[in-house]
């Protein structure tokens, strides 16, 4: 039962170009997201988030999207750089849990290519 | 910087030994969580502690694991009598309460020989 997909498992864009990085899920009891990047053998570092009262989200480069009807939000990275390459999970949590179990998806491995 | 410690980073066991997993959380974290992936996987919840209670094992396997996160000292993973199957790798987090963003440490890769 898998609740938060990510159905690319890679994605591969020139520098400077927009990376985006999409995410469906299922349980409309999720409130809120995030977006976590992990590089190889590190621990998953946190990106970037969204309540679901709100449709859209933005720190600097990162701006993530929400879309509740088509229950999917997505990762957009504008400039990409070559640093960015990386694994990005996406994750959602139900809020009225209050235990911050959040549910990840399988991630995609973002290539940004000099 | 005294981020969410783990260690060891890296343990083998043979089958049937005991794995024990520990997990420093940030300073002013009294939320832990512990998450596994496997090999081509996202991460799976398992559970989540506050000091000295479990608050939540949903996802922890019925058998062999267990964890607890006393008043003093890191939590602790345990996995008793281990099996080739739950070689993967081991990721903590903490916040600072449950409506917060969690922090992971680097994990502990765990290989059963």
């Known amino acids: 039962d898998q609740q938060v997909k990510q159905n690319s498992p890679s994605l591969s864009v020139q520098e400077g170009r927009i990376s985006i990085l999409n995410c469906d899920y299922t349980?409309?009891?999720?409130?809120?997201f995030l977006w976590y990047k992990k590089y190889p053998a590190e621990g998953p570092t946190f990106l970037i988030s969204?309540?679901?009262?709100?449709d859209k989200n933005e720190d600097g480069r990162f701006t993530v999207f929400l879309n509740k009807s088509a229950k999917h939000l997505s990762l957009h990275i504008v400039p990409s750089q070559p640093g960015d390459s990386a694994v990005y999970f996406c994750?959602?949590?139900?809020?009225?849990?209050?235990?911050?179990?959040?549910?990840f998806g399988q991630g995609t491995t973002l290539q940004v290519k000099p | 910087n005294a981020g969410v410690m783990q260690n060891p980073r890296h343990l083998v066991r043979r089958r049937g030994q005991e794995a024990r997993l520990r997990c420093s959380p940030m300073?002013?974290?009294?939320?832990v969580y512990w998450y596994r992936q496997l090999p081509e996987e996202g991460l799976k919840f398992m559970v989540y502690l506050q000091k000295e209670n479990i608050i939540d094992e949903s996802g922890m396997p019925k058998e062999r694991f267990s964890a607890e996160f006393p008043k003093e000292g890191p939590s602790i993973l345990r996995i008793q009598q281990v099996v080739r199957g739950d070689s993967a790798a081991y990721f903590c987090a903490s916040s600072l309460n449950p409506d917060t963003e969690a922090f992971f440490g680097q994990g502990t890769r765990l290989t059963v020989v």
């Open positions: 349980n409309s009891m999720f409130d809120y």
């Open positions: 994750a959602a949590r139900v809020g009225s849990s209050n235990t911050g179990k959040l549910i």
């Open positions: 969204i309540s679901s009262i709100k």
């Open positions: 300073k002013g974290h009294s939320h």
